[in-house]
T-cell receptor, first 115, second 111 residues
Framework: DAGVIQSPRHEVTEMGQEVTLRCKPISGHNSLFWYRQTMMRGLELLIYFNNNVPIDDSGMPEDRFSAKMPNASFSTLKIQPSEPRDSAVYFC?????????????FGNGTRLTVT | TQLLEQSPQFLSIQEGENLTVYCNSS?????LQWYRQEPGEGPVLLVTVVTGGEVKKLKRLTFQFGDARKDSSLHITAAQPGDTGLYLCAGAPGNDYKLSFGAGTTVTVRA
C-alpha cells in the first residue's frame, strides 16, 4: 500500500503565479479531501469529493482556488493567482467511506511558500 | 472559534512521566478521532471512540470519550521520546462528513 501520494513536497513561488498541487489517493478509496494547515488556523477542510464529484467546496477560501478530480486516482488543487497568505501546508486525504465511517489517510503534504 | 478546543497547547515532559491531553466542545459528536502528526508528515489515525463513556487502550495510550459525547481525553503512561508529536482530536457534529480538527497539542518527551 503506497498510501496517499502528494506532489510536489515543497513549492516556492512568487506572488501572482499559478500553483498546482497534485494528489493520488489510495486505490479503492472513493472519498478525497483537501485540507490546509497553518499555525494560526490549524487544519481546515477546503473541499470534499465523493466518487470524483465535488460534494462540498464551502471551505475553499475564494475564487482563486479550484479543485478537480478527473478520475478516481488523481486530484489537483490549483491556486491562481497565488498570494503570500496562501502559504501553508496543503494535505490531501482519502478514505473508503467518508470521514466518519472510516479513517482518513493523509499524504505527507505540500509545503507552499508564496513570496 | 474552534469547534474542538484542545488543551494544553504545548506539553514538555521527561521520559517516563505521564501526561494527559484534553479535547472539549459544546457540541455532541457521534464519534471522535485522535490523530498524531510528526514533523513533515500527515496526521495518522490512532483511535476512534464512538460510545459515551468508552475507554480504549492502545499500548501505553488510553483514550476516553465523555459520557455526554462532548469531550475526550488522551492519557499516555510512561511517555517515551517516540511519543513526541502533535496530537489532534477530530470530530463531526451530528452525522456530518465534515471532520473538524482541534488546534492540537504539541507533546515533547525529553530523553
Amino acid at each position: 500500500d503506497a498510501g496517499v501520494i502528494q506532489s510536489p513536497r515543497h513549492e516556492v513561488t512568487e506572488m501572482g503565479q499559478e500553483v498546482t498541487l497534485r494528489c493520488k489517493p489510495i486505490s479503492g478509496h472513493n472519498s478525497l479531501f483537501w485540507y490546509r494547515q497553518t499555525m494560526m488556523r490549524g487544519l481546515e477542510l477546503l473541499i470534499y469529493f465523493n466518487n470524483n464529484v465535488p460534494i462540498d467546496d464551502s471551505g475553499m477560501p475564494e475564487d482563486r482556488f479550484s479543485a478537480k478530480m478527473p478520475n478516481a486516482s488523481f486530484s489537483t488543487l490549483k491556486i491562481q493567482p497565488s498570494e503570500p497568505r496562501d502559504s501553508a501546508v496543503y494535505f490531501c486525504a482519502s478514505s473508503s467511506q467518508g470521514a466518519l465511517n472510516s479513517p482518513l489517510h493523509f499524504g505527507n503534504g505540500t509545503r507552499l511558500t508564496v513570496t | 472559534t474552534q469547534l474542538l478546543e484542545q488543551s494544553p497547547q504545548f506539553l514538555s515532559i521527561q521520559e517516563g512521566e505521564n501526561l494527559t491531553v484534553y479535547c472539549n466542545s459544546s457540541s455532541v459528536f457521534s464519534s471522535l478521532q485522535w490523530y498524531r502528526q510528526e514533523p513533515g508528515e500527515g496526521p495518522v489515525l490512532l483511535v476512534t471512540v464512538v460510545t459515551g463513556g468508552e475507554v480504549k487502550k492502545l499500548k501505553r495510550l488510553t483514550f476516553q470519550f465523555g459520557d455526554a459525547r462532548k469531550d475526550s481525553s488522551l492519557h499516555i503512561t510512561a511517555a517515551q521520546p517516540g511519543d513526541t508529536g502533535l496530537y489532534l482530536c477530530a470530530g463531526a457534529p451530528g452525522n456530518d462528513y465534515k471532520l473538524s480538527f482541534g488546534a492540537g497539542t504539541t507533546v515533547t518527551v525529553r530523553a
